[in-house]
């Protein structure tokens, strides 16, 4: 059974950072590409960031500069450093698994907010 599980998120101010993180079982996770997505109130689910499995990565527009993603195979988990946060980073992330086929984390609340 394929688990994604996020963890990390939460309330911050504008200006600050928060460190997610999404373990994964069930899966030969040096095998697999993995990334973030992340969907806000009334807003199509967008890519984030991504990272193969030979840790080459790819960032949306919006969070270069800002966002790092990175992962740690021995450990089977993958993490998004977020800082510089905006209010308009305020979203729900979602870490995905892909090697053919996309396997999800539940999510995980990132507020951005004074």
């Known amino acids: 059974q394929v688990q994604l599980v996020e963890s990390g998120g939460g309330l911050v101010q504008p200006g600050g950072s928060l460190r997610l993180s999404c373990a994964a079982s069930?899966?030969?996770?040096?095998?697999?590409?993995m990334g973030w997505y992340r969907q806000a109130p009334g807003k199509q689910r967008e890519l984030v960031a991504s990272i193969t499995g030979t840790s080459n990565t790819n960032y949306a527009d919006s969070v270069k500069g800002r966002f790092t993603i990175s992962r740690d195979n021995a450990k089977n988990t993958v993490y998004l450093q977020m800082n510089g946060l905006e209010p308009e980073d305020t979203a729900v992330y979602y870490c995905?698994?892909?090697?053919?086929?996309?396997?999800w984390g539940q999510g995980t609340q990132v507020t951005v907010s004074s």
């Open positions: 995905y698994g892909r090697r053919g086929i996309n396997y």
């Open positions: 069930g899966i030969i996770f040096d095998f697999y590409a």
